[in-house]
Structures are given as C-alpha cells and as structure tokens.
C-alpha cells in the first residue's frame, strides 16, 4: 500500500503543482494591495474578499486532489474541477476588474476630490464597460462548460439559450436602470461627488457612484448611505447645488416674522413718520446681521452679493419678511461633513446673527398675539360669570 502511494506521489508533476502554489500564495496575499494601486479612491473591499476567499478554496481543493491522486483512487476529478472552476472565476473577475479600471482611466474623466485624484465613469467608459462585461461573462461561461465536458449546454437548447431567453423576459426590470444609468453619466449636469436635492425628498444628498442599476447617494444631515434605483432618480426633478445658474452662488431664503408697530392711536402725519421710523429699525437690523456675518469666518457667503430682505407676507399678528442670503457653490466632495458645512452650519449661523442683531437693534423676532389671547380668555370668563349670575 504504502509502496503504491509513493509510486504515485513520484508521477505527481512537483515543478507545476508548486508553480500554481506560489502564483496561488502570491494571489492570495498581495491582490487587493494591486487593485488598490492600480485604481486608488475607490472601494475594493468587496473585491478583495471575494478574491481572498476564492485563493482559500483553491487552495483546499488541490491540497484534496493532490491527496486523492497520491491515493490514486479512481474517482472522476470532481476536486480539480471546482478548483479549475474556482480559478476561471477569479481570473474573470480579476480581468473584468483590471479591464474595467483601464476602461475608466481611458474613456472617463479625471477629476480632484478632496485633494485627490481619482478617474470617473462617463457615458463612453460605462458603454465599453458594459460590453466588456458580455464578453467577459460568455467567456466564463464557456470555460466552464468545457472544464465540466457539458458541450450540449452550447447548443441552442442549451445553457446560452436559455440565459438569452431569460434576459429578454427580464429586460423589463434591469434594462430601464441601465438606461437611466447612461442618460445621468451622458448629461454631464450630474456626477459624482455633486450635491444635489431630489424631489420629494427633504435632505440634501452626496453624489457616492452611479452604477449599472442604482445611485449610492450619502445624506449629508445624517451620514446615511442612500440606495435608488436609477430609473426613478432620474424620473426625479433634481437640483444640483455645485452646480448653480449664477455668479452670485446658491440664493437661499430664511424667514422671520416681525410684529406690526403700534399705529392705531396716532393721526396720520404721526403715524406715516413712526411707519418711516419702523421701516428703517427694520433695514438696521438685516444690515447689521450682513455686517456681522462679513466679520465672520469661515462662514460661506458671497461677500461680493449683499443679503435681500423683502416683506413677503402681511400676516394677522405679524410681518413676515423673507431674507435672501448668497452661498457659495459647494465644492465636489464626497466627505458629508464639507457639504454640511456649506450647507446647513452657514444657515444655522445666520440665524443666530439675525438673534445677536435683534439683540442689538432692539426689533424683536416674534409673533405678539399674546394680547389678543389674553382679551379672549378675560372675554371669556365675563361671560361665564354673567351667565352663573
């Protein structure tokens, strides 16, 4: 016994079982250092696993071939055709990887986020993705029809008829996304690291990818990651706030209410001149909060663009005056905390100039209907007490 495994352990080809250890080992340990460097500022993580944990079984199924063969038992192969199988399919995704990288760096576009320079899918770059992707999958699939001896899969009845046929009754549901997935790179008004606002949805969200099926958005108020599909993104009206229609950056409107002066009791020529003397308390106020926000730093205002303030509404208790601020356009970013920062703590600081402001000029910022609230209730209990009288 021990004599015939030794016989068959010596007709065992050492030279190239080691040689697909070592390329094997190599595999294992050093492929996603590679994918990192040859495509930085993106994620391969998932990659890298998959990698990893197909090395792994390879690995385990020719250790247990080369066990079986050295027993020379007679079984049919099955360990070293899933490890054969196991190899077409890392060496697919590795090609597909490495194609799809040199694809983006040729046909896409390059482009600085956050001091980094990384390359970005276009309409052209994802077209030849996608053909790169067919052919890459026929490929495999034929590979692994010929390492499984299944050649009747080949024929029209076969496996790629029936994959055919699959794909145009499911054309519906995934063929719409990757439309919409070429129609948002192809515009050019749409690209990552964008922040844009999507109709129907109150948050502001971050541009992450555009795939072959959906859009990763990052929202921006809550550090979630966003999934949608393409089709109903694109079917969305979408503001892009990087991207605005005039030097004078992102108009943004907040609104404050402001009580009605007290004119009843005047005559006319004193009320036109107590009315002037509101009007320009009013103006006070909304420039000294311009001048304070100027004093500010890091506050992301158009300094050139004066704030507007106009009365928008004549309200029963108060005066309701709208004022427009000018923001700078956001830079592309994909960091959420930029963004927010452009966005939401320039807002929030206005705000509490306008308070500091009011402190300062003396106009309050409120809705003065206690009074009114006050007569009803003492209406009220006269009322009451007549009737229990």
Known sequence: MFEMISQNLANVDWVTHGLIFAVNLLLLFFSGPIIDRIDPGHDHSASTKFFVMVNVVFL??????????SINLNY???????????????VSILFYKVGSI????????????????????TYSSRVVGILHLIVTSFFTIYLLIQVWGLNSWLETTGIFGIIIGFLALTSSVWAPDIVS???????????????????????????HKVSF????????????????????????????LSRVASTE?????????IGYPDLSSMKHDERMEAFTYFESRVDKLFNTAYELALATKDLKIKTKTPFEWRLTNTGDYALQYTLFVYLEAVPTTKITANARK????????????????????????????????????????????????
């Open 102 to 121: 040199f694809f983006r760096r040729r046909f896409g576009t390059k482009k600085e986020f956050d001091h980094e320079t990384i390359y970005l899918d």
């Open 213 to 240: 099926i959906h859009t990763i958005l990052y929202d921006i108020r809550n550090n979630h990651r966003t999934f949608i599909r393409n089709k109903r993104f694109i079917e969305s009206k979408i503001d892009n």
């Open 249 to 257: 950056g992102i108009r943004k409107a907040i609104v404050y209410n």
């Open 60 to 69: 385990v199924l020719h250790v247990v071939d080369l066990i079986l063969l």
């Open 342 to 389: 452009h966005l939401l703590s320039s807002l929030f600081t206005i705000n509490q100039l306008m308070l500091k402001a009011s402190a300062m000029t003396g106009v309050q910022l409120q809705t003065p209907d206690l009074l009114s609230v006050e007569h009803k209730a003492i209406q009220g209990a006269s009322q009451k007490e007549t009737a229990i009288g």
């Open 76 to 90: 049919t192969e099955i360990f070293i055709k899933l490890a054969g199988s196991a190899v077409i399919l890392y």
């Open 181 to 207: 997935g070429l129609i948002i790179l192809n515009s050019k008004i749409l690209e990552d690291g964008d922040v844009v606002v999507i109709d129907g949805y109150p948050d502001e969200y971050i541009i």
